[in-house]
Each structure stands twice: as structure tokens, then as C-alpha cells.
């Protein structure tokens, strides 16, 4: 019997990706909407195969609305303001969206649908300054960020809702996970971008800030088919999804200007000090292999891949970018 998924979030990285792997696996698909997103709506490539309900994470009716007309036998809460640099320059508006907007999403569940499986997308900022490397899903919580901290207060609501009111919640703990449908101001995408960009002759330099601060960094459709596993499991559990390798932000210019033909990555960064976060979270590496174990989940996608799929990509747009000015 085909089944009914609701996905906050839809229009994002993360979203999109899953929408297209549930529409591939026959589910009837609900996405909640801003009203103002309309260009993320028109982005979407499944958008005609949807069906999209206007929403908030801030609005509790909103959402109850939004699970009452799908009435859904998943519900996936992706969405998020993850940019975790903006927390620190909008703490509430990241508390109201990230933690409350979880809680929200686990009370129109338990109201509505109180039956569903419930995905709630987690953070490896959570463990923030951890004390040990790698962590597991028995890691304490250590978060340094308001982002961190928000998506703290929701991983353990979702804990609480399973505990307490016996539902079925489960919180995937994504690591660092990239494509081309990242946008430009998350550093693996402003790198793939400014590359291809200054490939062309269309930039010189990239910003950047702390080239030494290293990331556990997956491939974001791989992520997505974690979370739907995770709720194929015949029980709400918790799990770690992320490669287990740390490579630095350097490491990864290196290797997009190689992608990208550019032979001397050093005059590439532009290093600037605003865009070095207040506090840089460290050895955030995660161990799967409970997923592995229990889910058959593993990353197929290095690092490398993970590049050259990103950078490749963007030379495509960077050459239709110059095409253009030509014209």
C-alpha cells in the first residue's frame, strides 16, 4: 500500500533530494511551503508531482493544518535555517524555526497523526566542542552555537515525545552533507562556485575565513536515503549518518581548483576575519556504524567525489554565465 509522507523543509537541499527518492519509491508526497517561496517552489523539479500547503514552523495552526490534510504516514522535518553562522546574528529567529518549530511540528503529530513516524533532522552540532573524536550516538551534548543549541533542545524533545507519549520519533544526526543544490553562502558551495567563477574569468578570489578548520562532509542525496530508512526501522531510534573522515577547508580548495584546472590554490582565498565563526565546534567526526549495522547505511561518496561532482557542476553554470555576458 503506497504511503503518505509530509516533509518540512521540501524546497531546501535536503528536501529536495528526499522528495525526489519518495516519489521514486510511489509515496504521495505533502511539502510545507513558506508563502513567500515561491522561487524555491518553482525550483523544485518534482513540483508537479506534489502537493505543496502553505506553512510555518512558526505558526502552530499552520502545521496542524498541514497534517491534518495530508494525514501522513511520515512526517520528515527538515526544515531549518542551517547556516550556522547566521544563529549567532539571529539567536531568536533561530530558536523560534529550529527548536520550537520541532516541538510544534511533534505536537501537530501528536495530535493529528499520532500514528505517523516522525523524522526529526539533527545536527552534529550538537556535540560542538566534543571532548572525544569520533562520536557516537552516546556522545553528551556540547553545543556552541545557537544553532547547536536549538537543534539540541529539538533532539531531545523528539526524545522526550518517544519516551513520554509513546511515539514513534526517530532523529537522524547529520553530519556536514553537500551537492549542488547547496546555496552559495555555505563554504563548500561558495568554493565549487568561485572556482568554476574564476575558471572563466568571471571572479579572481573567494572569500573565505579559517582554512583550517576541518569537516566531516558527506553527499546530501545519501544523507536523505538515511532518513528514510531510518524510518523503515521497526522501531524510533536515533542514529549517527556522516563518513567518518575530517578533511580541512584548504583540502578542499586544493582539490576544486584542481577539478577546476587552477593551478595555484594560494592566491585563490581572499581570507577574511568576519567570516571566522565566534566559536569553531572541533573533531566533529561521526561514527556510523550503527547505522551500518543496523540500517545497511554507508557513504558511497568521498571527499574527492563529493567535489569534483559539486565543482563540475558549477562549471556548467559558470560557462552559461560567461556565454551570456558574451552575447
Not at 510511489?26 to 523544485?44: P, S
Not at 500514528?115 to 573524536?133: C, H, K, L, N, T
Not at 518517544?162 to 555555505?186: C, L, T
Not at 565566534?278 to 545497511?296: C, E, F, Q, V, Y
Request: with cysteine; glycine share 6%; aromatic share 8%.
Amino acid at each position: 500500500m503506497a504511503k503518505t509522507a509530509l516533509l518540512t523543509g521540501i524546497t531546501g537541499q535536503d528536501g529536495s533530494y528526499l522528495c525526489e527518492l519518495l516519489l521514486r519509491k510511489r509515496y504521495t508526497v505533502y511539502g510545507l511551503v513558506l508563502a513567500c517561496d515561491t522561487v524555491g517552489a518553482e525550483r523544485l523539479s518534482c513540483r508537479d508531482k506534489i502537493n505543496l500547503i502553505e506553512g510555518d514552523l512558526k505558526d502552530q495552526t499552520s502545521i496542524d493544518c498541514a497534517v491534518r490534510t495530508s494525514e501522513p504516514d511520515e512526517i520528515f522535518n527538515l526544515a531549518a535555517p542551517s547556516f550556522v553562522a547566521s544563529s549567532f546574528r539571529n539567536p531568536l529567529e533561530t530558536a523560534d524555526v529550529v527548536a520550537f518549530g520541532a516541538l510544534r511540528v511533534l505536537e501537530s503529530a501528536k495530535k493529528g497523526a499520532p500514528d505517523a513516524r516522525v523524522f526529526q533532522a539533527s545536527s552534529a552540532e550538537i556535540f560542538g566542542r566534543a571532548r572525544s573524536s569520533p562520536q557516537n550516538e552516546k556522545t553528551p551534548l556540547n553545543p556552541t552555537s545557537p544553532y547547536g543549541i536549538a537543534k539540541a533542545f529539538a533532539f531531545m524533545s523528539s526524545q522526550l515525545f518517544r519516551e513520554h507519549h509513546a511515539m514513534f520519533v526517530s532523529n537522524g544526526i547529520f553530519y556536514n552533507h553537500e551537492s549542488p543544490r547547496r546555496p552559495p553562502d555555505f563554504v563548500t558551495r561558495k568554493i565549487s562556485l568561485g572556482v568554476a567563477r574564476i575558471a572563466f574569468g568571471l571572479q579572481k578570489t573567494i572569500e573565505l575565513g579559517d582554512l583550517n578548520a576541518k569537516r566531516d562532509w558527506g553527499y546530501a542525496p545519501e544523507y536523505v536515503d538515511a532518513a528514510w530508512r531510518i524510518l523503515q526501522f521497526e522501531k524510533p531510534e536515533d542514529f549517527i549518518i556522516a563518513t567518518g573522515e575530517l578533511h580541512s577547508v584548504k583540502e578542499l580548495l586544493e582539490e576544486a581548483c584542481e577539478v577546476a584546472g587552477i593551478g595555484n590554490p594560494d592566491h585563490v582565498a581572499e581570507i577574511k576575519k568576519e567570516l571566522i565563526r565566534p566559536t569553531n565546534s572541533t573533531r566533529l567526526r561521526g561514527d556510523a556504524h550503527k547505522a551500518k549495522r543496523i540500517l545497511g547505511w554507508e557513504p558511497k561518496v568521498k571527499f574527492k567525489d563529493l567535489v569534483r561532482i559539486m565543482v563540475e557542476a558549477d562549471l556548467k553554470l559558470a560557462a552559461e554565465e560567461s556565454r551570456q555576458k558574451k552575447i
